[in-house]
């Protein structure tokens, strides 16, 4: 790994320029202070070293926009920095160590693979349905108790559509439903346990545990009721 040098280059300097140091996220699970240096997850303290806390200071004051590897190295070292752009993966790697997450189960540090990282704030605010009814073609008819918005969208619109908050595709298939209500209907299946990940309106995914039962009418499905719980 190449340690900083005294040359200076313009298009790394306009790469520094480039992103916020000022403007912080609103309120999270996670704070960092840039005055103090300070970092704070849950309000328990994070000791960071220097280098990580620049990366994470960086990342942390532009929430959502992706900075490559090249920007996050020029965020430590200035304009200094020649070597690896690699190395900002080992870097990413220790800060989301002492975060608890990694690279499977990212959290605050999103990898955008092939470009650089995210930081996604942590929304504990969003609002998760307790509780969702689907019809047996998996189009949604009810979420309880009753609220205007979830997950972003505004309960009206999404009433009356296969709305099923997966990032996976294959849950909103009429054909995967049929087949599941065919398989819960020949053994009489009761319901199912999940733990799966929802998408919010503004892209953002959330892992969740979802207990789904079966609702039945003469031997046959005619819907499923959906509790969903934000996981640990």
């Known amino acids: 790994m190449s340690i900083p040098s005294t040359t200076h280059q313009s298009d790394e300097r306009s790469v520094a320029r480039s992103f916020s140091t000022q403007a912080a996220p609103p309120g999270t699970a996670l704070t960092v202070e840039?005055?103090?240096?300070?970092?704070?997850?849950?309000?328990?303290?994070?000791?960071?070293?220097?280098?990580?806390?620049?990366l994470l200071n960086a990342l942390y004051r532009n929430p959502r926009r992706v900075l490559t590897?090249?920007?996050?190295?020029v965020a430590i070292w200035g304009s200094e920095w020649v070597g690896d752009e690699h190395a900002a993966e080992v870097y990413v790697s220790r800060v989301r160590k002492k975060l608890g997450e990694s690279a499977r189960q990212q959290r605050f540090i999103h990898t955008v693979h092939g470009v650089g990282y995210r930081y996604v704030p942590d929304a504990p605010g969003v609002v998760l349905p307790t509780c969702a009814l689907f019809d047996e073609t998996g189009v949604l008819?009810?979420?309880?108790p009753a609220v205007d918005e979830i997950l972003g969208w505004r309960v009206a619109e999404i009433?009356?559509?296969?709305?099923?908050?997966?990032?996976?595709?294959?849950?909103?298939?009429?054909r995967f439903i049929t087949s599941v209500n065919k398989y819960a209907e020949l053994i009489q299946l009761k319901g199912f346990t999940l733990r799966t990940c929802v998408r919010d309106r503004a892209g953002i995914d959330r892992d969740v545990d979802l207990d789904a039962t079966f609702i039945y009418s003469q031997g046959r499905v005619q819907g499923l009721s959906v509790a969903y719980r934000w996981c640990d």
């Open 34 to 54: 840039e005055d103090t240096r300070e970092v704070l997850l849950e309000g328990r303290p994070i000791a960071l070293t220097r280098v990580e806390f620049d």
């Open 69 to 73: 590897h090249a920007e996050l190295l």
């Open 141 to 144: 008819v009810a979420i309880l």
């Open 159 to 174: 009433i009356g559509t296969r709305f099923i908050p997966s990032k996976q595709s294959i849950f909103r298939s009429r």
